[in-house]
């Protein structure tokens, strides 16, 4: 089974701190994103990446920036948090290999809050 | 810009009985994949079933099965002999074809109730 780890489940950071949420994937996917999820709006892509130390913007990139230097890896940045990034973050990764119907494998969130 | 609307915020069904979730979406493409996604209280997303764009045949996965109907935009699932695990968001999402990294496009969610 692909597993798909993001490194905290809960965290509660200040205004203006910068922010890092992690997400490891054991599956050799390609294909890595980030997404926002809130109530009454469902989810939305901020950010994914295709291979390594590329990105592409998603739908609602403002605030945020990416990396990623290892295939496994894909860091969501916060560069300095503000109140209305508080959300919950999940992380998904896929593969192209078997073809573009391929689901993509999410972790099991982040809840961030921003004091 | 592609878009997906549930229009159902929040469905109850008995348990054993059948319901079906809503969905249509937007888009210019001739070229696209359609899924169901389950989020229970775990807050995993786990993938309930897809759909081809290019494939007339609606997909099946036991009790859950789509109706699928590309000229209307419409992709709704069918939930048989519900359960109480049944229980949870459903999320609707569009992806473009291609070979492509393209990200999902959600719907806002559909909450479903099992009563027992």
């Known amino acids: 089974d692909v597993k798909v780890t993001q490194s905290s489940r809960y965290l509660v950071k200040r205004t203006g701190e910068k922010v890092f949420l992690e997400c490891v994937q054991d599956?050799?996917?390609?294909?890595m994103f980030w997404y926002r999820q809130d109530p009454g709006l469902g989810l939305r892509l901020i950010y994914f990446?295709?291979?390594?130390?590329?990105?592409e913007k998603g739908d609602i990139p403002e605030g945020y920036s990416v990396s990623r230097e290892k295939k496994e890896r894909f860091s969501l940045i916060l560069e300095s948090a503000s109140t209305n990034q508080t959300s919950m973050y999940l992380c998904?990764?896929?593969?192209?290999?078997?073809?573009?119907?391929?689901?993509?494998?999410f972790g099991d969130g982040t809840r961030l809050s921003i004091l | 810009a592609q878009t997906v609307t549930q229009s159902q915020p929040e469905m109850s069904v008995q348990e054993a009985e059948t319901v079906t979730l809503s969905c249509t979406y937007d888009t210019s493409e001739s070229d696209y994949y359609l899924f169901w996604y389950k989020q229970p209280p775990s807050r995993q997303m786990i993938l309930v079933i897809r759909?081809?764009?290019?494939?007339?045949q609606n997909a099946t996965e036991n009790r859950f099965s789509v109706n699928f109907q590309k000229a209307a935009k419409s992709f709704s699932l069918k939930i048989s002999d519900s359960q109480l695990g049944d229980a949870a968001m459903y999320f609707c999402?569009?992806?473009?074809?291609?070979?492509?990294?393209?990200?999902?496009?959600f719907g806002k969610g559909t909450h479903l109730i099992i009563q027992p």
């Open positions: 599956m050799d996917h390609e294909n």
């Open positions: 999402a569009y992806r473009p074809g291609g070979g492509g990294a393209d990200g999902l496009t």
């Open positions: 990446s295709y291979d390594v130390k590329m990105k």
């Open positions: 998904a990764s896929s593969s192209p290999g078997t073809g573009p119907n391929q689901p993509q494998h």
């Open positions: 759909q081809e764009a290019y494939k007339q």
